[in-house]
């Protein structure tokens, strides 16, 4: 995955740290479609345009010679620091940054990106005091506002991160990585039940990548398996659990959720098949009744699915989990295991 800069003179990251550089690339996207692109004259289109594109050596060149004849423009330094950044060239990139902040000091996005610039160049003290600005200048800043968190969590003030995560959040409450680096603050203040619940919180929006398998792996050590980590074929799909409705054999709405998310692995790799595994503990019938209608939901929902492609079995004892150094016993459960691909 891309990332803003070179990481290899830093020191060995935390999971908290690797979420935060995870994630630059989806947040750089991001910024590129909502910053507030500031007032421009029509021969700088070309180079925003370049840039926008994601063809930076070009932008380069296009502000490079601009800035000969107009070395005070603002967004021509501005747009040159961000395209240094984006080719990993931190040291060059902060100079057009600064300059672009010293030509328009009240602009909260040239403030964050100087931020960010200070980031790459691992000066923290003067990152964090960027984003401080931008946020005077704008307190809905989101960006400022989430890497202001994130410059709290690298130096470990765990209260303060929390604080900003939950500013984000209350801007926009869909901000992965406020949700995720919220549990790990959770997790390092010791607050398991808050951090299982935003375990949670982010599962419900966020399932597929390498992020929901560790949060889901997080929440399963805690003997918690609302969400469910499957081996489908070679690939692994976290799902919310399948539960029936208490003793009977409507599958909950949540359950529908998961079913939809197999189905179309199922539809996807037409050479997987799977084995539909129900546990009611001391009560086979019930978990055979399960199993059967299970089957029955996942081929009228997706018809080219064939029946053969399905085996299921059931158990009137309880699921045996083991995750992390603990054995968990679910009284009632589905499991699915790839039969053959």
């Known amino acids: 995955m891309k990332r803003l800069h070179n990481l290899t003179a830093r020191k060995k990251f935390s999971e908290k740290t690797l979420f935060r550089k995870c994630f630059s690339s989806y947040l750089f996207f991001l910024l590129l479609i909502s910053v507030l692109t500031p007032p421009?004259?029509?021969?700088?289109?070309?180079?925003?345009?370049?840039?926008?594109?994601?063809?930076?050596?070009?932008?380069?060149?296009?502000?490079s010679g601009q800035?000969?004849?107009?070395?005070?423009?603002?967004?021509?330094?501005?747009?040159?620091?961000?395209s240094l950044l984006?080719?990993?060239?931190?040291?060059?990139?902060?100079?057009?940054?600064?300059?672009?902040?010293?030509l328009q000091p009240n602009n909260p996005d040239y403030r964050f990106w100087l931020g960010v610039g200070y980031w790459a160049n691992m000066?923290?003290?003067?990152?964090?005091?960027?984003?401080?600005?931008?946020?005077?200048?704008?307190?809905?800043?989101?960006?400022?506002?989430?890497?202001?968190?994130?410059?709290?969590?690298?130096?470990?003030?765990?209260?303060?991160?929390?604080?900003?995560?939950?500013?984000?959040?209350?801007?926009?409450?869909?901000?992965?990585?406020a949700l995720y680096n919220r549990a790990l603050v959770f997790k390092q203040l010791g607050e398991k039940a808050d951090e299982?619940?935003?375990?949670?919180?982010y599962l419900s929006r966020y399932r597929s990548g390498?992020?929901?398998?560790?949060?889901?792996?997080?929440?399963?050590?805690?003997?918690?398996?609302?969400?469910?980590?499957?081996?489908?074929?070679?690939?692994?799909?976290?799902?919310?659990?399948?539960?029936f409705e208490p003793a009977g054999s409507t599958l909950t709405t949540e359950s529908l959720q998961a079913i939809e998310s197999i189905g179309d692995v199922l539809t996807n790799k037409r050479a997987l098949s799977l084995h539909l595994i129900t546990y009611v503990k001391d009560n086979p019938e019930l978990a055979k009744f399960r199993a059967k209608i299970l089957k029955k939901y996942i081929l009228e929902t997706f018809p080219e699915i064939k029946p053969l492609r399905l085996t299921v079995s059931w158990f009137g004892v309880s699921e045996k989990i083991d995750s992390g150094t603990r054995t968990y016993v679910l009284n009632?459960?589905?499991?699915i295991i790839t039969r053959n691909e």
């Open 332 to 335: 009632e459960s589905v499991n």
């Open 40 to 63: 421009f004259v029509p021969a700088e289109l070309n180079g925003i345009t370049l840039f926008e594109q994601e063809k930076y050596e070009q932008a380069i060149l296009f502000f």
């Open 196 to 201: 299982t619940n935003a375990w949670i919180s």
């Open 86 to 102: 984006s080719l990993n060239q931190a040291a060059k990139a902060i100079d057009y940054l600064k300059k672009a902040v010293e």
């Open 123 to 177: 000066a923290f003290d003067r990152e964090r005091q960027s984003y401080l600005k931008a946020l005077k200048l704008d307190p809905t800043h989101l960006q400022a506002r989430l890497y202001l968190g994130h410059s709290y969590m690298d130096q470990n003030q765990w209260q303060a991160a929390l604080n900003q995560y939950d500013r984000v959040l209350a801007i926009d409450p869909a901000v992965p990585d």
């Open 210 to 243: 390498k992020w929901a398998l560790q949060a889901a792996e997080h929440l399963n050590g805690y003997g918690d398996f609302s969400y469910r980590i499957y081996l489908l074929g070679s690939r692994r799909i976290v799902v919310p659990a399948i539960h």
């Open 67 to 82: 800035l000969k004849t107009l070395p005070d423009n603002p967004v021509g330094n501005f747009y040159m620091g961000r």
